[in-house]
C-alpha cells in the first residue's frame, strides 16, 4: 500500500491543534517518535502566530512537511493549495483531510486497509467520511432536500454508502477526485463540484474523528486571484463566507 498522507489545515487555533496533534501521536505512533506504518503527516500552517508555531515545534518528529501561508485563505483555499503542494511533495492515491479542531478518539489506522481497498473497488465513491458516528449531523442532503439512506457494503462490514454530498469533514479521498474539485472557495462549493461528478459518498462506521471546536470558526478570507475560481472580482476587496455545512 502506498503512503496515506494525512494534510490537516490550521489557522490561530493552538489549542484545538494540541489537542488534535496529542489524539494523532497518542493513537497512532507505533513506537517514540515514528508515524504509523504508511501514514505522514503534513501540515498547511496559515498565517502563523506564535502560539500555533510553539504547538508545531513541540510535534515537530510527527510531522513529515509544512506548508506555511503568509496569510488566511480560510478552510477551501488552505485545502487547495495544500493539496497541490501535497503532490509535490509524495506519490500517492489517496489521502486524509483533516481540519484543527477535529480529535481522533479511535485509531485510523486499524481501518486503513479495508478503507483503501474499498475506496479502490467502488468507482462510484470518490471519499469516505470519517467523523464519528457518535457525532450528531443532518439527515437531508443540502443541495437536493433528499432524506439520506445508507447501506453497508457487502465486502466491507465497516463502510455503509449513501446519498451523501462532500464535506471537508475528516475524510479519505481518491487523489483523482479532488483535482477535480480544487480549487474551491469553501465546503459547500466543493460539495457541489462533487455532486456534479455524479459520485456517491461513504461513512466509516466507527468513532474515531470527533468535533471539538466551534462550527464555522475558521470562516472564509481569500480574493479571488488567489484562489483562482470564476466570478466578479468586486474590486479586488478580500470577501468573507462561511466554510462548513
Known amino acids: 500500500m502506498k ?45 502563523p502566530d506564535k502560539d500555533t508555531l510553539d504547538v508545531l515545534e513541540r510535534y515537530k518528529i510527527f510531522i513529515t512537511g509544512t506548508l506555511t501561508l503568509k496569510d488566511n485563505l480560510g478552510m477551501g483555499g ?18 486524509i483531510l483533516l481540519e484543527d479542531d477535529w480529535f481522533l478518539a479511535e485509531p485510523i489506522n486499524y481501518y486503513l486497509l479495508e478503507l483503501v481497498s474499498f475506496l479502490n473497488e467502488r468507482e462510484d465513491v470518490g471519499c469516505v467520511r470519517l467523523r464519528s458516528i ?12 433528499e432524506r439520506i439512506k445508507y447501506e453497508f457494503d457487502k465486502n466491507h462490514q465497516h463502510i455503509r454508502v449513501g446519498n451523501i454530498h462532500y464535506t471537508t469533514n475528516p475524510n479519505i479521498m481518491k487523489k483523482e477526485v479532488m483535482e ?26 466507527a468513532f474515531c474523528f470527533t468535533h471539538i471546536g466551534m462550527r464555522r470558526a475558521l470562516g472564509w478570507k481569500c480574493t479571488q486571484d488567489q484562489l483562482g475560481w470564476e466570478g466578479d472580482k468586486e474590486g479586488g476587496r478580500k470577501r468573507r463566507t462561511p466554510y462548513g455545512i
Open 78 to 95: 488552505g485545502i487547495s493549495a495544500g493539496f497541490n503542494w501535497l503532490k509535490e511533495q509524495v506519490d500517492f492515491d489517496h489521502f
Open 134 to 145: 457518535a457525532d450528531r449531523v443532518g439527515n437531508k442532503h443540502p443541495f437536493t432536500g
Open 180 to 205: 477535480k474539485l480544487v480549487p474551491f472557495a469553501h465546503s459547500g462549493d466543493a460539495g457541489k463540484k462533487y455532486d456534479k461528478l455524479g459520485l456517491k459518498g461513504a461513512q466509516l462506521h
Open 3 to 47: 503512503i496515506i498522507p494525512v494534510l490537516l489545515i490550521t489557522y490561530r487555533r493552538a489549542i484545538y491543534l494540541e489537542q488534535v496533534l496529542s489524539g494523532y501521536t497518542t493513537r497512532l505512533k507505533w513506537g517514540y517518535g515514528k508515524n504509523p506504518k504508511n501514514m505522514r503527516l503534513y501540515i498547511v500552517n496559515q498565517e
